[in-house]
């Protein structure tokens, strides 16, 4: 089969590129776990009596439930988990001595794998609009003063499904109120419609990219990371302001490296999958191990054939507002791709540590990755444990959504491959490969 590909290593080549930055990884991890970025969402009262608002059964457990269970459950539902350095506060959120808490970026790429807590891991149990309508409820219950982030999650979809979140059509939104400087205007160009899901990609592969984001449209840059204070509160002299603090959050992401498979594997079986794998799947993922390369590729949309909601949600306007505002150096050093063929292959490094799989989030393991015709139409993660024998999240299927399930925040649970944006179809390559092709290329991913 030939493919469609551009090399996103020859076009840094010829704009120019490579970015060398000095930062302290340690004082990175420190911002995004200590420093609030934006203004609080709530506060520690609210939070505590967000129980007072769950379904009947889930309240009733609550009700008789001590302080460190009620908390627990509370973790569980939201899809929050403790830090790992201080377990009395959670990954996701900096929560300051006045109890205000604050968003931070663990939210979406702070998650729990094979049962232990990953910084730089995808959350793929981030209930974000659970949390939202439930804090927003408890407000009114307990006479709390809304805020904007309460009126705008009533308005802006923040995610359809646990794990995914409406995270590009935010930055679209709020671009769109700056110039280029950054400034903040009452005028913007458009508001955007495509509102759709998508799962965050794993930070221990940052290192390895010239290119982010899923269609590999931006250049990296500690400037861009700050994206996620994007907020009408903070103006450029607070972006300029926080130049170092970034450059030590960079630093941050380009020391993380990928978690090793934490169970037994079969080597000889994994070294049948390499030579499979190398044959089939390295021109565009490529190799691992000694002489290790990654060529930064992009598919064409209409070859790879996966979900393009995400792909046509970006007009090239808005990656042009983005490209040569102050977050890029105004395009004057690398410059962003304004109208990118389709999406990148990434880096497979910690890809058994990654689930779900595919932008959106549609494919539950990496058998299902590798089984075209069996991705599951809905599928509903049913247990903690990690499933070894498919690798990646433990699940039941069904063919449509239960007729039991009504509630919205329980259809978030479910992941149906028929909604907006939320198709598993696409990547067919592995057809290419025999049955015993296939378990050995599985048996290999989990090495890498």
Known sequence: MKLRLVSLSLILLFCGGGLSVAGDPEQGYRVIVDKPLISPYWDQETFENTWRVWPKELKEIAEKASPDERKRIAYDRYGLTPRPDNPAKPLQYVVGDDGMWTPNCFTCHGGEVAGQVRPGAPNHRYAMQTLADDIRYTKMLIGKPLLKPDYGSALVPLGGTNGTTNAVMFGVILMNFRDADLNVHDNPNFMPTKHHDMDAPAWWNFADKDYIYCDAFAPKGVKGLMQFALSRENGPQKFRGWQQDFEHVYAYLESLKAPEYPYPVDKALAEQGRVAFEKTCARCHGKYGEGETYPSIVVDIDEIGTDRVRYDALSPNDRKLYGESWFNDYNQGAKTLDDPAGYAAPHLGGVWASPPY???????????????????????????????????????????????????????????????????????????????????????????
Do not use: C, I
């Open 358 to 448: 595919f932008h959106n989030g549609a494919v539950p393991t990496l058998w299902h990755v590798l089984n075209p015709s069996e991705r599951p139409t809905v599928w509903h993660r049913n247990s903690d444990d990690y499933d070894r024998q498919h690798v990646g999240l433990t699940v039941e299927t069904h063919e449509k959504m239960p007729s039991e399930v009504r509630r919205r925040d329980e259809k978030r649970e479910y992941f149906d491959a028929r909604g907006y944006g939320k198709s598993a179809a696409g990547h067919d390559y592995p057809d290419e490969l025999t049955p015993q092709e296939k378990r050995a290329v599985l048996e290999y991913l989990k090495t890498l």
